[in-house]
């Protein structure tokens, strides 16, 4: 994934469609390792305020998805389908210290935020629980159904919501004063609560 922008819908990192207002991931440098391991440094804009995190994939029996900035970490633990089955998120400012692993249709959630314990099962159905976007959505473009369905969890809220991905086609995106190709994706929540949001993935089509 070179370039995302999202409003206003569920998700995962401080940038997994949490946020209300629209901003861009932008790739900085990218560089892969015999062992395995994909990483990628990326600077991510949210009006004038600006992070730079490090995203590190590692492919060892399922896949173990880690994004690193000054503060915070984010972990996901995927199968051989990536879907996730373990997250969690340290935060050193706020003391956060979290982790959700799925069990069958439950998410189970426990640890610490702002010094609060943190203690709940959140219900779900046998669709996956995708909660590293920019990885897990590779496998569905790869694959010839229009549209799935998934689970997805908002860290700021612990609360999972289902989305519908659905593929829009190719596109031109500027990126570093180049047009390249890419495969846009469309995020929105399912039933009654669709309307309330969407937000949208390019992925290089040379990716």
């Known amino acids: 994934m070179k370039i995302r922008n999202i409003h206003g819908l569920p998700g995962g990192r401080t940038g997994w469609l949490i946020l209300v207002n629209l901003f861009a991931i932008l790739l900085a440098t990218s ?3 015999a062992d395995m391991t994909e990483k990628h440094r990326y600077q991510q804009q949210s009006g004038d305020k600006k992070e730079h995190f490090t995203w590190i994939l590692e492919n060892r029996e399922g896949y173990l998805l880690r ?3 000054l503060v915070e970490e984010h972990q996901t633990l995927m199968d051989t389908a990536m879907a996730t089955r373990l997250w969690s998120l340290t935060n050193v400012e706020t003391g956060t210290r979290i982790q959700a692993r799925r069990e069958g249709n439950r998410i189970l959630l426990q640890g610490q935020r702002h010094g609060k314990t943190i203690e709940r099962t959140l219900d779900i159905d046998q669709a996956p629980w995708f909660q ?3 990885f897990a959505l590779r496998a569905f473009l790869a694959q010839p159904q229009p549209s799935t369905e998934f689970w997805t969890m908002r860290p700021d809220k612990l609360t999972a919501h289902k989305v519908r991905a659905t593929k829009r086609g ?3 995106f500027a990126l570093g004063g180049q047009q ?3 495969e846009k994706v469309e995020i929105s929540l399912t039933g009654p609560a669709a309307w309330l949001g969407r937000g949208y993935y390019w992925f290089r089509a040379s990716d």
Do not use: P
């Open 31 to 33: 560089w892969a390792e």
């Open 180 to 182: 390249v190709v890419s």
């Open 132 to 134: 590293a976007l920019s």
């Open 67 to 69: 994004t690193v900035s």
């Open 170 to 172: 190719k596109e031109l």
